[in-house]
């Protein structure tokens, strides 16, 4: 059983969180120039085994996309064609990522140049949407 990965896709840059090799915990992996992140994987997959790749579905207050989605859609496009054969990936709903993020960087004690890290904030959100990912998966099976 591979890992899981959740990417939260920016314009600039994509924050990248991973579980364990038992899908217990989700951490922090790295945060990647978007124009990057194909090789990132690349070189990243060569060495650790993942099943399935979260990224984040841009919705908003409606549940309609939002207009992150026309950037998104072709950075998915691009990313499936270098993915290897039975890596799929998987849309979750990304909102509030970010705010948790920030709040979650709060509450550990982080000051406010810490928080200023928007690298740090893009790891924070991704591994806050692997967790939820985590969590829905496990409530539904």
């Known amino acids: 059983m591979g890992r899981i990965m959740a990417i939260d896709l920016g314009r600039r840059r994509?924050?990248?969180a991973?579980?364990?090799s038992m899908r217990i915990v989700a951490t922090p992996l790295a945060t990647v120039e978007t124009s990057r992140l194909n090789?990132?994987?690349t070189e990243y997959l060569s060495r650790e085994s993942v099943d399935i790749i979260v990224a984040g579905k841009p919705v908003d207050m409606s549940g309609n996309p939002s207009d992150c989605t026309r950037y998104i859609e072709p950075?998915?496009?691009r990313l499936r064609k270098v993915l290897p054969s039975g890596v799929k990936i998987e849309?979750?709903?990304e909102r509030f990522t970010?705010?948790?993020a920030h709040r979650a960087m709060i509450d550990s004690g982080m000051t406010r140049t810490q928080r200023r890290d928007k690298e740090a904030v893009d790891r924070m959100a991704a591994?806050?949407?692997l967790n939820d990912y985590?969590?829905?998966k496990q409530y539904q099976g």
């Open 134 to 136: 985590l969590s829905s």
């Open 127 to 129: 591994t806050i949407m």
């Open 75 to 77: 950075a998915l496009q």
């Open 18 to 20: 991973v579980t364990d």
């Open 91 to 93: 849309r979750y709903d």
């Open 39 to 41: 090789q990132f994987l």
């Open 14 to 16: 994509c924050g990248i």
């Open 98 to 100: 970010s705010s948790l």
